[in-house]
């Protein structure tokens, strides 16, 4: 504390000095001093509700530990559950890609028979041309033999023929649907080998034999004399005559372009 003026008997002043303060730090070292003893006391005297505190430290301390285990656990969990959904995401991509696969593979397969078939209505209607080309061609070889088997048999159907016209004309059309027939028929005997000479000569040889001996077996019925023997032989030469008059005129055909006796799909 400061220190007081007094003023004296003689009118001078004294100091009256007061007792000094007890210092800050000593003061705050009593303080603590005595808060520390006032806690000790309260500890020794109820300890109770220090303990529960402490208790209830430990429990606050014990379910941090249990929520940071949950939370790992949590976090391997999710972990997990990520890896099944990629693994499950994998496989439903590869199962799609499969589907994919498989359906590229079908479509492709689908793509091909769809190709065979169109190439199969292609060979069928190529092939419906040439056997039309074919048969239009077979027409005309059965025409222009018709035509040279008609002008070789007038001669003989003249000079042999004592009948009406209208029985010449029957005979003349009897002649000229055998030729169309040899024409058709040679046609379709030489077409693969169209240059064997042999070919051709057998199948001139066996329409006229055939015809030739047919009309010396009308002929012979009456009588083996000599009249009916020469007349069935004059018959045979003239059948093997007129299918070669049917052949000549085919050949010629063929060399003039009129008719096609190799097979249209071989040239």
Same mark, same amino acid.
């Given at each position: 504390?400061?220190?007081?003026?007094?003023?004296?008997?003689?009118?001078?002043?004294?100091?009256?000095?007061?007792?000094?303060? $007890?210092?800050?730090?000593?003061?705050?070292?009593?303080?603590?001093?005595?808060?520390?003893?006032?806690?000790?006391?309260?500890?020794?005297?109820?300890?109770?509700?220090?303990?529960?505190?402490?208790?209830?430290?430990?429990? $606050?301390?014990?379910?941090?530990?249990? %929520?940071?285990?949950?939370?790992?656990?949590? @976090? @391997?969990?999710?972990?997990?559950?990520?890896?099944?959904?990629?693994?499950?995401?994998?496989?439903?991509? %590869?199962?799609?890609?499969?589907?994919?696969?498989? @359906?590229?593979?079908?479509?492709? %397969?689908?793509?091909?028979?769809?190709?065979?078939?169109?190439?199969?209505?292609? !060979?069928?209607?190529?092939?419906?041309?040439?056997?039309?080309?074919?048969?239009?061609?077979?027409?005309?070889?059965? =025409?222009?033999?018709?035509?040279?088997?008609? =002008?070789?048999?007038?001669? *003989?159907?003249?000079?042999?023929?004592?009948?009406?016209?209208?029985?010449?004309?029957?005979?003349? /059309?009897?002649?000229?649907?055998?030729?169309?027939?040899?024409? $058709?028929?040679?046609?379709? @005997?030489?077409?693969?080998?169209?240059?064997?000479?042999? =070919?051709?000569?057998?199948?001139?040889?066996?329409?006229?034999?055939?015809?030739?001996?047919?009309?010396?077996?009308?002929?012979?019925?009456?009588? *083996?004399?000599?009249? %009916? $023997?020469?007349?069935?032989?004059?018959?045979?030469?003239?059948?093997?005559?007129?299918?070669?008059?049917?052949?000549?005129?085919?050949?010629?055909?063929? !060399?003039?372009?009129?008719?096609?006796?190799? /097979?249209?799909?071989?040239?």
């Amino acid at each position: 504390m400061p220190a007081r003026v007094r003023r004296g008997s003689a009118g001078r002043p004294h100091t009256v000095r007061t007792p000094v303060a $007890v210092r800050a730090s000593d003061s705050e070292e009593e303080e603590d001093f005595d808060a520390e003893n006032l806690i000790s006391s309260l500890i020794n005297d109820n300890p109770e509700p220090i303990k529960r505190i402490t208790d209830a430290a430990n429990k $606050v301390a014990e379910l941090q530990l249990e %929520q940071q285990k949950l939370n790992a656990e949590l @976090a @391997a969990l999710e972990g997990d559950v990520a890896e099944q959904q990629a693994a499950r995401e994998k496989k439903a991509e %590869q199962e799609a890609a499969e589907l994919m696969a498989d @359906a590229d593979v079908r479509a492709a %397969q689908l793509l091909l028979q769809a190709a065979e078939l169109d190439e199969l209505d292609v !060979r069928a209607a190529k092939m419906r041309q040439l056997d039309d080309l074919n048969k239009i061609e077979s027409v005309k070889a059965g =025409l222009i033999s018709a035509v040279g088997g008609v =002008l070789s048999s007038l001669p *003989w159907l003249f000079a042999t023929s004592q009948s009406s016209v209208l029985n010449l004309a029957a005979d003349l /059309a009897v002649a000229g649907a055998t030729a169309f027939l040899f024409g $058709v028929v040679y046609r379709y @005997a030489v077409r693969g080998d169209a240059t064997n000479s042999q =070919l051709k000569g057998g199948v001139v040889g066996a329409f006229g034999l055939t015809r030739g001996l047919s009309l010396a077996e009308g002929l012979l019925r009456g009588g *083996w004399g000599g009249e %009916q $023997v020469g007349t069935a032989a004059v018959g045979l030469g003239q059948s093997m005559l007129l299918f070669g008059f049917c052949a000549a005129a085919l050949e010629l055909g063929v !060399r003039m372009n009129w008719v096609e006796i190799q /097979a249209v799909d071989n040239r």
